[in-house]
Structure formats: structure tokens, C-alpha cells
Nanobody
Framework: QVQLVESGGGLVQAGGSLRLSCAAS???????MGWFRQAPGKERRFVAA????????NYADSVKGRSAISRDNDRNTVYLQMNSLKPEDTAVYYC??????????????????????WGQGTQVTVSA
């Protein structure tokens, strides 16, 4: 089992920045890590993902150029830096771990399917 705990969410004005963190504990063997978000009344959607080594990353078009995913395997933590935030970025952000997608973040790895473990989420609210 892997436990994931997100932090770093909050209320920020449009144009501001946030850095989300996801701390993993338990049987933290090699996992690809992803961030997803879910706005009220909408489906959970892919934001970004990173392989175990960090060599491959992928982003949703909606955040590309404004966000950066990174990881520190010594600390069992993955980060999502979000800049130039917009009101449409408002959502609950979830961290997820995948035992697949280890070497490359493919299109499949941008779906919910390959992710085995999920955190409880952290709220991000961007005011206009």
C-alpha cells in the first residue's frame, strides 16, 4: 500500500503562484506520479505526470507553459509548481501513483486508469 498526502493548496489571486506537494509513504517502490484536478460538477482530469526517474514529463494543454512537475525520490515527494494561475484552475488537486508508466508518460498515462493510488486532494481556489 502507498499513502499519498497532498498539501500546498489555498486561495490565491489570478496571476499568482502555488506549489503543491505530495508526500508518499508506505511501500514506495518505483512509481510514476501524476497530478489530476476536479472542478465542481466536472470530471477528474489530468494535469501533469512524471516518470520514476523524472526523465519523462507530460502536461495537459491547459497548464502547459505555466506549470512544472518535479520529484525528489529521496524525500518521496512530488511537486507541482503552478504559475500565472487563472480562475479556471480552481479545483481540488489530487496526487496519484502508478506502477505502470515508469519509463514514459504516454497518452494512456494521462488517463485515470493506470493510477493505483490516490491522495485525498487539496483545494486550489483562484480569485479573479
Amino acid at each position: 500500500q502507498v499513502q499519498l498526502v497532498e498539501s500546498g493548496g489555498g486561495l490565491v489571486q489570478a496571476g499568482g503562484s502555488l506549489r503543491l506537494s505530495c508526500a508518499a509513504s508506505g511501500r514506495t517502490s518505483r512509481y510514476a506520479m501524476g497530478w489530476f484536478r476536479q472542478a465542481p460538477g466536472k470530471e477528474r482530469r489530468f494535469v501533469a505526470a512524471i516518470t520514476w526517474t523524472g526523465d519523462s514529463k507530460n502536461y495537459a494543454d491547459s497548464v502547459k507553459g505555466r506549470s512544472a512537475i518535479s520529484r525528489d525520490n529521496d524525500r518521496n515527494t512530488v511537486y507541482l509548481q503552478m504559475n500565472s494561475l487563472k480562475p479556471e484552475d480552481t479545483a481540488v488537486y489530487y496526487c496519484a501513483a502508478s506502477s505502470a508508466c515508469l519509463d514514459y508518460i504516454s497518452t494512456y498515462c494521462k488517463s485515470l486508469g493506470p493510477y493505483n493510488y490516490w491522495g485525498q486532494g487539496t483545494q486550489v481556489t483562484v480569485s479573479a
